[in-house]
């Protein structure tokens, strides 16, 4: 009977171990994995031909990340790469969405004034004109006495003119 009693709890943990499912991966896990992908997209995204399919996978290995391990030092740093990655694939949605979670959920993060510049040029560029003025008007409530606050106190009333009266005003500026 004892015989049997720890034969059956023995094949009991053994079913118990095979239902547990895929393990998710570890923080080391996710690294590694994102550096094998990273340094040759980001080579790729320098000659600007980012794989559509290699972006995508970089952009959910960071996420994935930041879900996992929110207070690592590394979790702010990869959304604002997945940030960076998804506009420059012209997923801008993605992008705010992912800039905005590093500003709402890291205020310590070092390159946070870049979160702000670079979210306010890629809505200017994919000519959301509000939501950039939006972020320009973030970043100078923030940084008032950046080194780039200036430049962006000047890009503010050319967000309100139209593309016609845009090019003028840089003929202007040229001549």
Same mark, same amino acid.
């Given at each position: 009977?004892?015989?049997? =009693?720890?034969?059956? @709890?023995?094949?009991? !943990?053994?079913? #118990? /171990?095979?239902?547990? *499912?895929?393990?998710?991966?570890?923080? $080391?896990?996710?690294?590694?994995?994102?550096?094998?992908?990273?340094?040759?997209?980001?080579?790729?995204?320098?000659?600007?031909?980012?794989?559509?399919?290699?972006?995508?996978?970089?952009?959910?290995?960071?996420?994935?990340?930041?879900?996992?391990?929110? =207070?690592?030092?590394? @979790?702010?740093?990869? !959304?604002?790469? #997945? /940030?960076?990655?998804? *506009?420059?694939?012209?997923?801008?949605? $993605?992008?705010?969405?992912?800039?905005?979670?590093?500003?709402?959920?890291?205020?310590?993060?070092?390159?946070?004034?870049?979160?702000?510049?670079?979210?306010?040029?890629?809505?200017?560029?994919?000519?959301?004109?509000?939501?950039?003025?939006?972020?320009?008007?973030?970043?100078?409530?923030?940084?008032?006495?950046?080194?780039? /606050?200036?430049?962006?106190?000047?890009?503010?009333?050319?967000? $309100?003119?139209?593309?016609?009266?845009?090019?003028?005003?840089?003929?202007?500026?040229?001549?």
């Amino acid at each position: 009977m004892k015989k049997s =009693t720890i034969t059956i @709890a023995l094949a009991a !943990l053994a079913l #118990a /171990a095979c239902n547990r *499912g895929p393990q998710e991966p570890t923080r $080391d896990e996710l690294a590694q994995s994102i550096d094998s992908i990273e340094a040759p997209l980001m080579n790729a995204a320098q000659m600007e031909s980012v794989d559509t399919a290699e972006g995508n996978k970089i952009i959910g290995l960071y996420i994935q990340f930041a879900d996992a391990f929110p =207070t690592d030092s590394m @979790a702010a740093p990869y !959304l604002h790469r #997945a /940030a960076q990655v998804a *506009g420059g694939m012209g997923h801008i949605d $993605d992008m705010a969405a992912y800039y905005d979670r590093v500003i709402n959920n890291y205020p310590d993060y070092a390159n946070l004034d870049e979160c702000y510049y670079e979210k306010g040029i890629a809505l200017d560029n994919a000519g959301r004109k509000a939501e950039a003025r939006k972020a320009y008007q973030q970043f100078l409530d923030e940084y008032p006495d950046h080194f780039l /606050a200036e430049d962006i106190r000047k890009t503010l009333p050319l967000l $309100d003119m139209s593309d016609e009266l845009l090019a003028k005003h840089l003929q202007e500026i040229e001549h």
